[in-house]
């Protein structure tokens, strides 16, 4: 967006801003669709943001306005400027209001002037911010971003001065915070953007309005003329080239945001014939708690004293998945008068807990994108007797399949022949498969399985497309299952020798997977869909398709 008028249509130069005008943009609900826990997104129509302890506000943009350095200190003191902008919040009060605009402070690349008073007794103010006792938040001494950036500008290292119109400053402007992480050329023609950011964590729980609010007041506020390069009839146009081309606003980011505060209704249901007393060891007996798609396998510790995983859930690094305890239960009695409250946490190697990924709540479904083998805690009590309780480990083990979290799992399968080459396919050159061994975790994998399929043509698609997806067409053949073999890193030679010779256009694939331990173990994967080349299915790409039915 830009805050002032365009008197040229072939050019920023015949860009200004007019005396006496004051514009605002505000930012004042947001909307997002149904997240991920079912719970409900923000009503649009509900003005206002909350802010969570971690918001911080970030934008691009160009400003540049009469200061002293292009108005001339014989206007203007230096330091001192005849317009700006300003970044301020209203926050909701109690009585149901939003309260007066007072200024935020930017954090990155801050105000870089203050409002000048030796011609003009106030500057032009709205009259509906703050800033105690007189309420005139854009007056004298106000905090203003005057120069920033540069709109006809292409030097983003801020050496050189390409417009010639700051020497000082070259084509970066007044900034404090330069580099490539806060200087960067437009993606759309000249101009040189700088970026500013905020921390709202001083506002953390409130419902918050933002607004951008650009002023020009000063020295010749009391004519009549509309701007410099529109005066009055008789009058002549004073030429201010790139320095009163106003404020330009792009890429604004809003983090952590939270969901506005439900309303309480009344209470529909019916109760029980007789009260209970909270946390009485009558209100709730015993707590079952149950991971949905997990295995009941349990997560032993070695000679050290360090938790080993134990398979549980199988996926790919990085691949969003849900972890879901909502089928838990409370038994003998079922926790009357409350609710089982959830709380999930993930674990370190050693058992200790890294990180509280949610406080207890009755939201007992949450989601997390392990990169590495991880293993994950839901604790569960009861909110009328909170020591009616129980917890539950589940492992989430990724394609870094390895004894210890973090270690790769991947096969390097290599295909060889079992005599010499002479051209061509015969019985002497049957394929011979090798591997070095690699880490498999206890309880979940036990050897390899072994595949092959003969294919042909382009485009093949060798993974199904309906989920769960799964390699297909390949099947087992003699001594397609291997036992494992230590210490990791052995060679393994397939003891059959596969002596199918492909034909003209064909090709022989073969895979090696690891083996499930038993039927309880969830079907390991293999790999990621990381194309969408021709024949692939677009909807599954990036997701983790499985083994086939294990060797015999």
């Known amino acids: 967006m830009h805050w002032g008028r365009h008197t040229d249509p072939a050019t920023t130069l015949g860009d200004t801003s007019r005396y006496r005008q004051i514009a605002a943009f505000v930012l004042d609900s947001q909307h997002t669709p149904a997240l991920p826990n079912n719970s409900p997104g923000n009503d649009p129509n509900l003005p206002g943001m909350v802010f969570g302890p971690g918001s911080t506000l970030e934008f691009w943009h160009i400003i540049s306005l009469p200061d002293d350095e292009n108005a ?59 800033l105690p006792p007189a309420n005139e938040t854009m007056c004298n001494r106000s905090p203003m971003w005057a120069d920033i950036g540069d709109i006809e500008g292409t030097d983003p290292t801020c050496s050189l001065d390409t417009d010639g119109n700051d020497p000082t400053h ?27 950011a905020f921390s709202l964590s001083p506002f953390a729980g409130r419902v918050a309005r933002l607004r951008w609010i650009g002023m020009e007041g000063g020295g010749w506020s009391f004519g009549i003329s509309r701007s410099f390069l529109e005066p009055a009839a008789g009058g002549i146009a004073y030429q201010y080239y790139d320095g009163d081309d106003g404020w330009y606003v792009d890429d604004i980011k809003v983090t952590d945001l939270r969901e506005i505060q439900g309303t309480i209704g009344p209470d529909t249901v019916t109760g029980l014939t007789q009260c209970v007393t909270g946390n009485d060891i009558s209100n709730c007996g015993t707590i079952t708690p149950d991971i949905a798609g997990s295995s009941p396998l349990a997560l032993p510790s070695d000679a050290n004293g360090r938790r080993l995983p134990s398979g549980t859930d199988t996926l790919v690094p ?46 007992g479904k949450i989601q997390a994108a392990p ?26 083990a990724t394609r870094n399949l390895g004894a210890t979290p973090g270690t790769s799992g991947d096969i390097q ?63 087992c053949y003699a001594g397609g299952n291997v036992a494992q073999v230590l ?7 397939d003891a059959t020798s596969d002596p199918t010779c492909p034909a003209g256009g064909q090709a022989v694939f073969y895979l090696v997977a690891h083996r499930r ?34 060797c015999p």
Do not use: H
């Open 517 to 550: 331990a038993s039927p309880s173990v969830m079907q390991l994967p293999i790999g990621v869909e990381s194309g969408c080349d021709v024949g692939s299915n677009p909807n599954k790409c990036g997701r983790a398709y499985n083994a086939p039915t294990p």
């Open 413 to 475: 399968l290599e295909v060889v022949t079992a005599g010499a080459f002479t051209g061509g396919c015969v019985a002497a050159n049957n394929a011979v498969l090798r591997w070095p061994s690699v880490a498999q975790i206890a309880g979940a994998m036990n050897g390899y399985d072994v595949y092959s399929r003969t294919v042909s043509g382009t485009g093949l698609q060798l993974v199904s497309v309906a989920a769960p997806y799964v390699f297909t067409g390949a099947t």
């Open 72 to 130: 001339g200190n014989g206007f203007v003191s230096p330091g001192q400027t005849f317009g700006g902008g300003q970044v301020q919040v209203s926050l909701l009060g109690s009585n149901g209001k939003f309260e007066r605009w007072q200024v935020v402070t930017p954090t990155v690349n801050g105000y870089d002037s203050i409002i000048q008073g030796t011609i003009s007794i106030c500057e032009f103010d709205p009259g509906d911010d703050q």
């Open 170 to 196: 070259k084509d970066c402007g007044d900034t404090t915070s330069r580099g490539s992480s806060f200087i960067q050329n437009g993606s759309v023609g000249v101009g040189v953007w700088a970026k500013s």
């Open 318 to 363: 990085g691949q969003l998945i849900t972890l879901d305890a909502r089928a838990s239960a409370a038994s003998g009695p079922a926790c009357l008068n409350g609710v089982l409250l959830y709380q999930w946490e993930e674990l370190s190697a050693s058992g200790a807990v890294v990180d509280t990924i949610q406080p207890f709540s009755p939201n």
């Open 487 to 493: 210490p990791v890193g052995t060679l393994i030679t």
């Open 371 to 396: 990169g590495r083998d991880t293993v994950y805690r839901v604790s569960i009590k009861c909110s009328s007797d909170t020591a009616c309780a129980a917890s539950r480990d589940v492992l989430v």
